[in-house]
């Protein structure tokens, strides 16, 4: 029999060479776990592990735990975690491009939108490679729609209304339309309704049940305005340390997550616009006039947003368009 020291030794180098041969990735992302962007995550992380055998597991922070939603691109980008979660539109700072689905009543439905994810993908896959960084996949929100509280037939309707604003893009929207944008963060929206500091506000059916929008506003149409979206970025450094076939599963794994988030926001979108109806708000779609009105709003902008996006603005839309 060998010496009980000698089976000791070889147990530790064996487990030594397990830990030399896996990978415990931390991943923050913004939103809790009640958020169907996170559960998505969740069961992307769960999918790596059991694909890779183990080699590479991921620890999910959810809520802003570990980095807070500003930080995260950032800490991705310098190697202070290898994958994270954020809002892509919050790099329009950086570059136009990258708020691309965020132009007003430009893709105005799930299809649109994913055409325009297709066309837009590869300068956004560009422009992070730059900064040493890859995406992995993009999953939209809830398509955003204008809550009142009164009917609206037309854009006059609008005029004067004071109208929740929580960036430049809403705050644009609000003066073409003859709106008075008011800066109101998301936990303050019910407030601001109650008091009279906001008539009025384009957001998705998700945060209209979260403010419990029915208690403030009487009608909700569905404009689909735009359909922001969540990317999955990983350090390029990171990911080209794993091993070939880990790389490969990995990146099987965000092509199912994609595809499972898409098919998870289109459920929140029904669930939640079913939630406001059942609270008594009147949910419909928007008349011919205020579409067409809103769509010339629309046009309008993406005119204002090519003057800064320049050549690979102009590719997207054209493709886009095409």
Excluded at 114 to 128: C, F, Q
Excluded at 190 to 200: C, K, L, Y
Excluded at 246 to 251: F, I, K
Aim: avoid cysteine.
């Amino acid at each position: 029999m060998k010496p009980t020291h000698l089976i000791a030794a070889a147990v530790g180098v064996a487990l030594s060479a397990t830990a030399a041969f896996a990978d415990e990735w931390n991943m923050p992302v913004p939103y809790s776990d009640s958020v169907f962007h996170t559960q998505n995550i969740y069961k992307f992380a769960e999918d790596v592990e059991k694909s890779t055998d183990g080699k590479l597991t991921i620890k999910v922070h959810s809520a802003g735990s570990l980095f807070k939603h500003p930080e995260i691109k950032n800490a991705v980008r310098s190697g202070q975690v290898p994958v994270g979660e954020f809002l892509l539109s919050r790099l329009s700072n950086e570059n136009p491009v990258f708020s691309v689905d965020t132009l007003p009543f430009l893709a105005t439905s799930y299809d649109a939108a994913e055409k325009l994810w297709n066309v837009s993908r590869p300068k956004i896959e560009a422009l992070l490679d730059q900064q040493g960084l890859k995406v992995l996949y993009a999953v939209p929100w809830p398509p955003q729609g204008l809550y009142t509280k009164k009917d609206v037939n037309e854009l006059a309707d609008l005029k004067g209304l004071s109208f929740r604003a929580y960036n430049a893009g809403t705050e644009m929207l609000a003066d073409k339309a003859g709106m008075a944008p008011t800066q109101v963060e998301a936990p303050d929206v019910p407030q601001a309704f109650a008091t009279g500091r906001v008539d009025a506000m384009i957001t998705s059916p998700s945060t209209g049940v979260s403010s419990k929008s029915w208690d403030f506003v009487t009608n909700y149409y569905d404009t689909q305005a735009w359909l922001p979206k969540n990317i999955v970025v990983v350090n390029k450094k990171s990911f080209r340390r794993l091993d070939k076939d880990v790389q490969e599963a990995v990146l099987a794994a965000a092509a199912r997550a994609e595809k499972r988030g898409w098919e998870m926001s289109k459920a929140e979108t029904s669930a939640k616009t079913k939630t406001l109806e059942e609270h008594g708000v009147k949910v419909s779609k928007p008349s011919p006039l205020l579409a067409e009105e809103l769509n010339a709003i629309g046009q309008a902008m993406a005119a204002e947003w090519l003057k800064e996006a320049g050549k690979d603005g102009l590719e997207i839309l054209r493709d886009f368009k095409g």
